[in-house]
């Protein structure tokens, strides 16, 4: 394994963002702007029935009267909702004679990102569903899957094939009036993943969501919905990337999962979307609603979370710990170079009695980037004997960068044990010396250090996703010493 | 054209944030040789040992520094390191989060690329791990933990003996490295300088005192004053600093600056 990461670390030779393409598909969009007609116009467009038109309806209703909220410690640029397009699709057109129904440039493009969707040329064990614009664009391994009762398909099909899931489900953690971003997304939510894994099954292969951003003046709206059923286990996980653009372009994600009795979520992120030149010009403004629910007794969700990209990043993947003895995890590595901003964190909800939550965060600051961990641990007056451990540390390349913490206790249980630890440090110049004075260039050395401070959170990722995200954490840290 | 040192320096001279620190100072290194540096606190020994390994805290104004016959000055740190110019450093530093056997494998494999040999194998290293921490009498316990996390001070200083003992390098600087340790550790230290003494492995040994050159019989002692190599002599002269101090020499340096100001041709 340190064979293979060091081998990983070695290739990377460049700094530059390598996904910054654009592909060159004819692609269906329709005119800029959000009325009531955008909202009905993407609902016909993916053939909706009437309940989900009526739910877009209800929250676009409700956005109206929302106001951005303000209390991140972001600079976040005006957000013209007039001029972002709610929906593109790749037109597909499947090469002749082929058995894949997909384009064969849509193939290319993954390809490209290192998300063949062949699935014979697949790493046995993953299956995926890649998510283009506003679209799903193919599924993999869904038979295999199926076989075991388990549901993988793009969130439209899900609409259409299951709605009685969708709609027991759907908006279950996080209403449709939980946030500005949230509401937006419920109004005009393109398509995303929908996981359902039955009763006492384990999902015998990880489950992963590949997004991509590629019409320029398009938001993406993916909404994720992820059920295990009592006693369960999945392992999910999502990647994301977009090309170099000069312009911001808006991210706004919904995720909800819910675990019921004795389930276990695994729910991992390497974010790298596009995150503006070196001179905070462009990049993805990424505001994504994240929560789980531990509904049943027993249940566990854990997020872990690789965060490189994004101009901004405003995002809080959450656990409500209803059932009694759930346990709910958040493990977050946050990187922000050059202009990036990060406020990014999570809430533990303790409703339940006994009920677990362990907090590590780590947040990297290069160039001028601003890094805040935000959390919130609230433990209710039932939740007898709930425990929370979080651990925040910030670390610092240069001084013109910053990291901040805001962390929020709200403890109505007297047998509540909370603790918080918090440490910043900083690379010093003294540290890269000592490295390059055995041989280490200074990227490697940076590479070292930070790999080595990330540690914690890297391992709980997929052991091949933990090799990716070793090699991101380099890249988008390069050029930021010396 | 291979020359017939290792290191030359010629008036050399330095300076950090625009203060004058290393005035003018010339010494030359042939392979094998143990050359001892001592002087005062303040004199320069560590600037000249930044100089060497390419501290840019430290701007070269003036003089030439070559290694091998290739301008040294040239190189990165990192090259310099993978050339074979090893520092034990003063105050080495600690590295949290990055464990020692992850940074030392790094270290060999980078410095074996250069020098277009294939990355050792795990099992390789973990054998040649295990040789050189018998040489150095170093505990696992203290290879199984982050590099200088915690390691107490003679810790340390055995610690950077490893590394040298590990990286094999064609010439070694020994910045105090002697200062601190209790006389076993003394002992292991200078085993592990004489352990890696070759015909053409060079040590040059920064230290305020004779008890290291007890173990360590140097070729050349030289005292550095004020930025300056004043005098050199063989091994006898570190016993009559050790007897003497420096006072005597300061004053000889005096005279000797003075007839050098003189001598000059303005
Ligand atoms: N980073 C620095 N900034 C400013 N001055 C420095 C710096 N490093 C060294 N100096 C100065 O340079 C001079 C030489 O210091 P140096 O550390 O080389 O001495 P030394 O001979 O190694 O002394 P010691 O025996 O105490 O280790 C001293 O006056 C010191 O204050
Ligand atoms: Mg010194």
Redesign the pocket.
């Known amino acids: 394994m340190e064979n293979d990461q060091d081998k990983v670390l070695n290739e990377v030779t460049s700094g530059e963002y390598k996904y910054g393409f654009v592909t060159d598909i004819e692609t269906e969009v329709i005119p800029k702007g959000l009325t009531e007609d955008v909202v009905r116009l993407i609902s016909a467009k993916k053939q909706e029935p009437e309940w989900m038109l009526e739910f877009r309806l209800k929250a676009f209703r409700h956005w109206l009267t929302m106001k951005m909220p303000a209390w991140a410690n972001l600079k976040i640029p005006e957000i013209n909702y007039q001029d972002i397009i709610f929906y593109a699709a790749p037109r597909q057109r499947p090469a002749p004679g082929s058995l894949s129904e997909v384009d064969p440039q849509l193939i290319k493009t993954f390809d490209k990102l290192g998300i063949p969707l062949e699935e014979q040329k697949r790493l046995t064990g993953v299956a995926v569903d890649a998510v283009m614009d506003s679209i799903s664009v193919k599924t993999t391994f869904r038979e295999t899957l199926a076989e075991l009762g388990i549901i993988f398909c793009s969130f439209s099909e899900a609409v259409r094939e299951h709605p009685s899931l969708v709609q027991k489900y759907l908006a279950s953690v996080v209403p449709y009036t939980d946030n500005f971003f949230a509401t937006l997304n419920s109004a005009v939510f393109s398509d995303g993943s929908f996981c359902y894994i039955p009763k006492d099954v384990r999902c015998p292969m990880e489950l992963s969501t590949y997004f991509r951003i590629n019409t320029s003046n398009t938001g993406q709206f993916e909404r994720t919905l992820l059920i295990a059923d009592e006693e369960s286990y999945v392992s999910y996980l999502e990647g994301c990337t977009a090309p170099m653009r000069d312009e911001n372009q808006l991210h706004a994600a919904v995720v909800e999962i819910v675990a019921e009795r004795g389930a276990e979520v695994k729910y991992s992120t390497v974010q790298n979307w596009y995150p503006g030149d070196r001179d905070g010009k462009g990049g993805i403004l990424n505001f994504v609603t994240k929560r789980g629910m531990c509904k049943g007794d027993d249940s566990k969700i854990s997020w872990t979370q690789v965060e490189t990209g994004s101009a901004i990043t405003w995002k809080y993947p959450s656990c409500i710990l209803r059932g009694n003895n759930s346990t709910g995890e958040f493990y977050s590595v946050a990187v922000t170079n050059n202009y990036q901003q990060a406020d990014t964190g999570t809430k533990m909800i303790h409703i339940g009695k006994n009920t677990k939550s362990t907090i590590v965060s780590k947040g990297i600051s290069a160039g001028f980037g601003q890094n805040s961990y935000r959390g919130l641990v609230k433990v209710l007056g039932k939740a007898e004997g709930a425990r929370n451990f979080s651990q925040c540390d910030s670390l610092l390349l240069g001084d013109k960068c910053g990291a901040h913490t805001f962390p929020y206790i709200e403890v109505d249980n007297p047998s509540a044990i909370v603790e918080h630890e918090a440490t910043t440090s900083r690379i010093g110049e003294d540290q890269i010396f000592y490295c390059n004075q055995r041989g280490i260039s200074t990227e490697d050395a940076i590479g070292l250090i930070v790999n080595g401070y990330a540690r914690e959170v890297i391992n709980k990722l997929p052991m091949e996703f933990a090799v990716e995200a070793q090699k991101l954490l380099q890249i988008s840290l390069e050029g930021s010493v010396g | 054209m291979k020359s017939e040192f290792l290191l030359q320096i010629k008036d050399l001279k330095a300076s950090?944030?625009n203060?004058s620190?290393i005035k003018g100072l010339s010494l030359e290194v042939k392979p094998g040789e143990i050359h001892a540096i001592m002087?005062?606190?303040?004199?320069?020994?560590?600037?000249?040992a930044?100089v060497l390994t390419g501290r840019d805290?430290v701007t070269v104004t003036d003089g030439s520094v070559t290694f091998e016959g290739r301008n040294l000055l040239d190189m990165s740190p990192e090259e310099r390191a993978r050339e074979g110019i090893f520092l034990s450093f003063?105050y080495p530093i600690e590295i949290p989060g990055v464990s020692m056997v992850n940074f030392m494998k790094t270290a060999i494999n980078e410095q074996r690329k250069h020098r277009g040999l294939e990355p050792l194998s795990a099992s390789e290293f973990l054998s040649q791990m295990r040789e050189k921490k018998e040489l150095v009498e170093i505990d696992s316990a203290l290879t199984n933990r982050s590099v200088n996390e915690g390691f107490s001070g003679g810790e340390k200083k055995k610690n950077e003996i490893f590394q040298m003992a590990m990286l094999e390098p064609r010439l070694a600087l020994l910045?105090?490295t002697d200062s601190g340790l209790d006389i076993d550790a003394l002992r292991i230290v200078a085993n592990g300088v004489n352990k890696i003494r070759s015909a053409d492995t060079s040590v040059i040994v920064?230290t305020?005192y004779q008890r290291l050159l007890d173990y360590i019989i140097p070729d050349f002692v030289h005292v550095?004053f004020d930025g300056r190599i004043v005098k050199s002599a063989g091994p006898e002269l570190a016993l009559e600093l050790e007897k003497r101090g420096y006072d005597w020499i300061r004053k000889e340096a005096d005279i000797a600056e003075e007839s050098w100001i003189t001598d000059r041709k303005l």
């Open positions: 950090i944030d203060k620190i002087g005062p606190n303040g004199s320069g020994k560590s600037t000249l930044n805290l003063q910045d105090e920064i305020h550095m």
